[in-house]
């Protein structure tokens, strides 16, 4: 089983900065994707950004080069920088984790966290 842990969500203003972490415990991975979506109430869950164990970065096109993803393999945690927040990036921010993990006689390949709230407000 495992298990994804979320920090570095909060309230700030406009213009300001927030950085999240993801730390994914209880296996080991050689091949994953993992990044973050978002979800602000009233609408649909969309890509923030993820990272594969190859290297290949996605990220969404409101991103607008304002955030960065980067990874630290050994422990199997990615991280988020957000700069020049906009209010519009208030969400509820998922870690999310591509890998397949067989667990329980099924094999699984979509895991997620429990999200963190990132509130940008003045």
């Known amino acids: 089983q495992v298990q994804l842990v979320e920090s570095g969500g909060g309230l700030v203003q406009p213009g300001e900065s927030l950085r999240l972490s993801c730390a994914a415990s209880g296996r080991i991975f050689s091949i994953y994707t993992m990044g973050w979506y978002r979800q602000a109430p009233g609408k649909q869950r969309e890509l923030v950004a993820d990272i594969s164990s190859g290297g290949s970065i996605n990220y969404g096109d409101f991103v607008k080069g304002r955030f960065t993803i980067s990874r630290d393999n050994a422990k199997i945690t990615v991280y988020l920088q957000m700069n020049s927040l906009k209010p519009e990036d208030k969400a509820v921010y998922y870690c999310?984790?591509?890998?397949?993990?067989?667990?329980?006689?099924?094999?699984?390949?979509?895991?997620w966290g429990q999200g963190t709230q990132v509130t940008v407000s003045s």
């Open positions: 999310h984790l591509w890998a397949p993990i067989y667990s329980d006689n099924v094999t699984d390949y979509d895991h």
